[in-house]
Protein backbone atom coordinates (compact mmCIF):
# COMPACT_ATOMS: atom_id res chain seq x y z
CA UNK A 1 0.00 0.00 0.00
CA UNK A 2 2.83 2.22 0.83
CA UNK A 3 4.77 1.84 -2.45
CA UNK A 4 0.97 2.47 -4.31
CA UNK A 5 0.71 5.96 -2.11
CA UNK A 6 4.45 6.99 -3.16
CA UNK A 7 3.97 5.87 -6.85
CA UNK A 8 1.28 8.14 -7.39
CA UNK A 9 2.82 10.43 -5.13
CA UNK A 10 5.51 10.71 -7.59
CA UNK A 11 3.55 10.75 -10.46
CA UNK A 12 0.95 13.70 -9.21
CA UNK A 13 4.64 15.45 -8.76
CA UNK A 14 5.76 14.98 -12.33
CA UNK A 15 2.48 16.32 -13.47
CA UNK A 16 2.75 19.21 -11.43
CA UNK A 17 6.00 19.74 -12.75
CA UNK A 18 4.67 19.33 -16.54
CA UNK A 19 1.94 22.08 -15.91
CA UNK A 20 4.53 23.98 -14.64
CA UNK A 21 6.55 24.00 -17.91
CA UNK A 22 3.73 24.33 -20.22
CA UNK A 23 2.34 27.25 -18.16
CA UNK A 24 5.74 28.61 -18.88
CA UNK A 25 5.62 28.03 -22.50
CA UNK A 26 2.32 29.17 -22.74
CA UNK A 27 3.23 33.09 -21.17
CA UNK A 28 6.28 32.99 -23.32
CA UNK A 29 4.19 32.29 -26.50
CA UNK A 30 2.25 35.46 -25.47
CA UNK A 31 4.85 37.66 -24.51
CA UNK A 32 6.39 36.88 -28.23
CA UNK A 33 3.15 37.36 -29.57
CA UNK A 34 2.23 40.49 -27.85
CA UNK A 35 5.25 42.32 -28.58
CA UNK A 36 4.66 41.67 -32.23
CA UNK A 37 1.59 43.22 -32.79
CA UNK A 38 2.61 46.14 -30.83
CA UNK A 39 5.09 46.67 -33.59
CA UNK A 40 1.96 46.27 -36.24
CA UNK A 41 0.42 49.46 -37.73
CA UNK A 42 -2.97 49.82 -36.95
CA UNK A 43 -4.19 48.66 -40.05
CA UNK A 44 -2.40 45.36 -39.96
CA UNK A 45 -3.76 44.77 -36.66
CA UNK A 46 -7.02 45.03 -37.44
CA UNK A 47 -7.19 42.65 -40.04
CA UNK A 48 -5.50 40.54 -38.04
CA UNK A 49 -8.07 40.94 -35.57
CA UNK A 50 -11.35 40.74 -38.25
CA UNK A 51 -9.61 37.60 -39.53
CA UNK A 52 -10.06 35.82 -35.94
CA UNK A 53 -13.11 37.51 -34.69
CA UNK A 54 -14.25 35.56 -38.17
CA UNK A 55 -12.57 32.30 -36.79
CA UNK A 56 -13.69 32.74 -33.75
CA UNK A 57 -17.36 32.71 -34.87
CA UNK A 58 -17.41 29.35 -36.29
CA UNK A 59 -16.22 27.72 -33.08
CA UNK A 60 -19.00 25.93 -31.43
CA UNK A 61 -19.16 23.57 -28.33
CA UNK A 62 -18.47 20.14 -29.37
CA UNK A 63 -17.22 15.92 -28.10
CA UNK A 64 -13.85 18.14 -27.99
CA UNK A 65 -14.21 21.70 -27.65
CA UNK A 66 -16.44 22.32 -24.57
CA UNK A 67 -18.55 25.90 -24.20
CA UNK A 68 -15.91 26.79 -21.48
CA UNK A 69 -13.08 26.13 -23.51
CA UNK A 70 -14.32 28.22 -26.40
CA UNK A 71 -15.34 30.76 -24.03
CA UNK A 72 -12.06 31.20 -22.30
CA UNK A 73 -10.23 31.24 -25.62
CA UNK A 74 -12.39 33.53 -27.03
CA UNK A 75 -11.56 35.86 -23.83
CA UNK A 76 -8.29 35.29 -23.72
CA UNK A 77 -7.83 36.00 -27.57
CA UNK A 78 -9.94 39.10 -27.10
CA UNK A 79 -7.10 40.21 -24.00
CA UNK A 80 -4.74 40.17 -26.11
CA UNK A 81 -5.86 41.13 -29.40
CA UNK A 82 -7.48 44.60 -28.20
CA UNK A 83 -5.22 47.31 -27.69
CA UNK A 84 -5.43 51.05 -28.62
CA UNK A 85 -4.06 52.39 -32.34
CA UNK A 86 -2.19 55.62 -32.20
Do not use: G, W
Not at 36 to 48: D, G, P, V
Not at 64 to 80: E, G, P, V
Amino acid sequence: MRNLISELLTRLAEKEEESKEFVAQIEALEIVVTAILHKMECSQLQAITTSIEDALSNVRPSDTITSHDAHLLKKNLTRILNRPCV
